[in-house]
């Protein structure tokens, strides 16, 4: 159905920057709310930050805040995460996930792309 497709994960140092980019193959774009998850070693999966249909976003994880962007182009169906100052506890691999506006579940997923953040 959805197709969903990130890139832009490396490796960087202590206080660099990354931005994850989220290709979605689908028409009908603008009906879905889209987040980024991320699983570091050990841990399980949690919501970093979604963004609605209309553009409002909201990061979750307390420690990304005011450190990580949630953004969307629609013309492009594009997702974005832009990722500043990052920390060694930010190493994981980042998802981006989709579900339809209204819904609870997360019904579409990309393969993920591993960050890795070292001192």
């Known amino acids: 159905q959805v197709q969903l497709v990130e890139s832009g994960g490396g490796e960087v140092q202590t206080g660099g920057s990354l931005r994850l980019s989220c290709a979605a193959s689908?028409?009908?774009?603008?009906?879905?709310?889209m987040g980024w998850f991320r699983q570091a070693p050990g841990k399980e999966r949690e919501i970093v930050a979604s963004?609605?249909?209309?553009?409002?976003?909201?990061i979750f994880e307390d420690s990304a805040k005011g450190r990580f962007t949630i953004s969307r182009d629609n013309a492009k169906k594009m997702v974005y995460l832009q990722m500043n100052s990052l920390k060694p506890e930010d190493t994981a691999v980042y998802y981006c996930?989709?579900?339809?506006?209204?819904?609870?579940?997360?019904?579409?997923w990309g393969q993920g792309t591993q960050v890795t953040v070292s001192s």
């Open positions: 996930a989709g579900r339809n506006d209204g819904y609870m579940n997360w019904n579409y």
């Open positions: 963004i609605t249909t209309s553009g409002g976003s909201r």
């Open positions: 689908t028409r009908t774009f603008t009906n879905y709310v």
